[in-house]
């Protein structure tokens, strides 16, 4: 599963993709530039609350809330200032 979405940086509407990560079960969600699949924010389940949350929570509603987090943390913007991937717990 794959959303859009857009977010301001710097004064410049960006486009981005949330997708879940690869597996038997959706323990990752990971942020990309949508024009070059460039990864820059991976949202892990880690410790066992996440790790349930990911399990039983519906899949788009764990990249709604993946996508909540890094606008609202500034992720995004943090990973394209110092081309670091960032990482963070869902």
């Not at 323990?27 to 070059?36: E, G, N, P, Q």
Request: hydrophobic share 45%.
């Amino acid at each position: 599963m794959i959303q859009n979405f857009e977010q301001t940086i710097g004064g410049n509407v960006m486009h981005f993709c949330a997708s879940l990560g690869e597996g038997p079960t959706p323990h990752r969600v990971i942020i990309s530039l949508a024009d070059s699949a460039k990864t820059l924010v991976v949202l892990d389940a880690s410790g066992f609350i996440s790790t349930i949350k990911a399990e039983i929570e519906e899949p788009a509603k764990l990249i709604a809330d993946a996508i909540s987090k890094v606008e609202s943390e500034g992720l995004i913007a943090r990973a394209l200032e110092s081309g670091e991937i960032q990482e963070t717990s869902l």
